[in-house]
């Protein structure tokens, strides 16, 4: 086959996806295995001897957000397990998988694109980082890492086979269509391997933030709240809470459970993994992160496809097999892929308890990445003596600052490139005192007030108030005309998309509050018709983002 017809069937997903939409979708799956055939098939509805099971609950329109709830059958092998997970979600989601496809990914290294050098450049190292972690998990070596990672694999093979209709369990060795499903886990990892294989047209605009954390500690330590908010862009605002159950052994041959066995998780149709990322784990952790990036282009050349388990990929390994934030730390730090640069806090509830004084070692990890680097400590002294650990794009260990390029962005641009002093540094460092519950964290990661709060003003900006500089972000309401110092501040379908929060009893039960769309209780609520961006593709989207926070329980 030549390269150019090679790369057209890489898109006949795109002609399948088009029927999918007037398919009826079922609301509740099993996935059977015919035990005289060997073969998988779906039925509507739970199914005690189901390989696995999904539902999924849309109420998009009515709050914000779906829900979705995945269960596979221990009696069955991981691997089977794996698969009909993947089979389960993509039976029940199939229209939203669409839509979503539609909205952020249609065209992305398509037909018309895909004979550029970029597009190039991105298959064969997808193609080559598929392969070489094929021949890692046919090694037998470090088992218990590859015997997840093919899991994975093995999960997001059968999501993109259910919606594609060939539902069949593949042999030990099988192939990933580097431009299907597999784009949709790539979101993060792509923003640098765009710059790292020289796209000419990269999406990430300079100072371009993605995601603002708080872990805060209550007065009296009575509480300890953890809280994330997705910085993307609105098109992106299709959006379910997922809640994993899948019992998985430790590796192939057996063994306990893994301890992140069950995980409740905000994300998006089609990904198998937060991508925001935020997960409450039954291992006792919560694992969230913001995105740091990169700025220097002499690390580039540390992005490679062999050696390399993309970030993605590396923190679904992590959740999964990790017990402490130590471990956690460990595993995710393997193959170091270079790609999606973020700072993790991993939040340790067991070490947690209410009203106590003494600092718990192991609390609070944090750790940063960036190509060839990574950084991690125990941060849970600093937590207990300020009583809050604030996230905001920005690298807080001086080794990942320095080599990250930031310092160069701090001279020619000034203090909105530091890490104590730019806005939202000293937005967190003024406010977090105001949190004394559960409402008031709400509050805080829903603050907007740029029109008339000090701290939102860039001085070098015309006008001057800008909607960037809050802890949800509001570019849209940036003037198109005005006049800005770098891309991040000027006007951009970007900024808030949602809002998580658990605490020290929510996450027990794998529970969280969460609001989906742009912050509007001190702004006015974002409406496609109405915005400067109507023309943009945003199917199965409220016209209208006015919706108030829900309480996420399971049954």
């Not at 500690?217 to 159950?245: E, F």
């Not at 730390?329 to 999606?340: E, P, R, V, W």
């Not at 794009?393 to 390029?405: E, H, K, M, R, T």
């Amino acid at each position: 086959m030549t390269r150019e017809r090679e790369m057209a069937a890489c898109w006949v997903l795109l002609v399948i996806l088009v029927p999918s939409v007037v398919r009826a979708q079922s609301s509740e799956v099993s996935v059977i295995l015919n035990p005289h055939t060997g073969n998988l098939s779906t039925v509507p509805g739970r199914r005690d001897d189901a390989v696995a099971w999904a539902k999924l609950t849309d109420t998009i329109q009515d709050n914000g957000w779906a829900i979705l709830e995945v269960q596979s059958n221990e009696k069955y092998n991981d691997s089977i397990q794996a698969y009909a997970a993947g089979v389960a979600e993509a039976a029940v989601s199939q229209r939203l998988i669409y839509m979503h496809w539609m909205n952020t990914m249609f065209g992305y290294c398509g037909p018309y694109k895909y004979q550029t050098p970029y597009c190039e450049h991105l298959r064969d190292y997808l193609a080559a980082n598929l392969a070489w972690m094929q021949e890692q998990m046919e090694l037998n070596q470090d088992q218990d890492y590859w015997h997840h990672v093919r899991l994975a694999l093995l999960q997001l093979k059968g999501l993109e086979d259910s919606y594609n209709e060939i539902i069949s369990f593949p042999e030990k060795t099988f192939k990933l269509n580097p431009f299907g499903f597999l784009l949709f886990q790539l979101g993060g990892d792509l923003e640098d391997l765009e710059a790292a294989l020289n796209k000419s047209d990269a999406k990430r605009k300079l100072g371009s933030g993605s995601c603002s954390a708080l872990v805060k500690l209550l007065p009296g330590n009575k509480d300890l709240l953890v809280s994330h908010v997705t910085w993307n862009t609105y098109q992106s605002m299709l959006r379910i809470i997922k809640k994993y159950t899948l019992p998985f052994r430790g590796n192939a041959s057996g063994g306990p459970v893994v301890p992140g066995w069950v995980q409740t998780f905000s994300s998006y149709p089609g990904t198998i993994f937060s991508g925001d990322d935020f997960y409450i784990l039954s291992s006792g952790l919560v694992s969230l992160e913001t995105t740091i990036g990169n700025s220097n282009p002499d690390l580039w050349k540390y992005i490679t496809p062999t050696n390399s388990v993309l970030e993605w990929m590396r923190n679904i390994v992590a959740n999964r097999l990790a017990t402490g934030g130590q471990e956690w730390a460990d595993l995710f730090s393997k193959f170091n892929s270079g790609t999606y640069n973020n700072q993790w806090m991993v939040v340790d509830y067991k070490k947690f308890s209410p009203g106590e004084t003494q600092v718990p070692s192991g609390l609070l990890t944090i750790l940063e990445q960036l190509p060839g680097l990574i950084t991690w400590a125990d941060k849970s002294d600093l937590l207990y003596q300020t009583s809050y650990w604030p996230s905001y794009n920005v690298p807080y260990f001086s080794d990942i600052f320095n080599a990250s390029g930031q310092p160069d962005l701090v001279k020619k641009f000034g203090d909105w490139f530091s890490y104590s002093k730019t806005p939202r540094a000293q937005l967190f460092r003024r406010n977090h005192t105001l949190v004394e519950d559960l409402p008031s964290m709400i509050r805080l990661m829903r603050y907007n007030n740029y029109l008339y709060d000090p701290l939102s003003v860039c001085s070098s900006c015309e006008p001057k108030p800008n909607g960037e500089n809050a802890i949800s972000a509001r570019s849209d309401l940036n003037p198109a005309n005005g006049t800005y110092p770098f891309g991040a501040m000027s006007q951009r379908q970007h900024g808030g998309t949602d809002m998580k929060v658990t605490s020290y009893e929510l996450a027990k039960k794998h529970m969280m509050l969460a609001v989906n769309g742009p912050t509007w209780d001190q702004v006015p609520p974002f409406q496609w018709s109405t915005s400067p961006f109507s023309n943009l593709m945003h199917m199965g989207h409220p016209d209208l983002w006015k919706f108030d926070p829900i309480l996420i329980r399971w049954d």
